[in-house]
């Protein structure tokens, strides 16, 4: 079964840290492309970071530009989004998606509807 699984989220003050992790199973997980999206409430899901599937190639919103990191372990079948200086406004469910189509590029303007997994989430509140 294919399943990508979100962690690490949490309560966290501003001016934290937080890793984000996206564990992938039932596929391989070097044939996709990754990217990490939020969604805070009222607000569209919008994307914040990807990678590509060598892990050559990242891209970030400029949101978080500076203060966020994406890697890929894809022995592991793991993809990590390392958030630091977080505020406020970083409060969102963020999601990790896999992406088949062009996986060995990312430009971070790839759309939701251009990814083909999602998993369910996990909850980000910066908050003091």
């Known amino acids: 079964q294919l399943q990508l699984v979100e962690s690490g989220g949490g309560l966290v003050q501003p001016g934290g840290s937080v890793r984000l992790s996206c564990a992938a199973s039932g596929f391989a997980l070097d044939y996709y492309a990754i990217g990490w999206f939020r969604q805070a409430p009222g607000k569209e899901r919008e994307g914040v970071s990807c990678?590509?599937?060598?892990?050559?190639?990242?891209n970030y919103a400029d949101s978080v530009k500076g203060r966020a990191t994406i890697s890929r372990d894809n022995a592991k079948k793991m993809v990590y989004l390392q958030m630091n200086s977080l505020k406020p406004e970083d409060t969102a469910i963020y999601y990790c998606a896999a992406r088949a189509k062009k996986a060995y590029y990312c430009s971070g303007y790839e759309g939701v509807l251009e990814y083909d997994y999602w998993g369910q989430g996990t909850q980000v509140t910066v908050s003091s």
């Open positions: 990678i590509s599937r060598g892990g050559g190639i990242t």
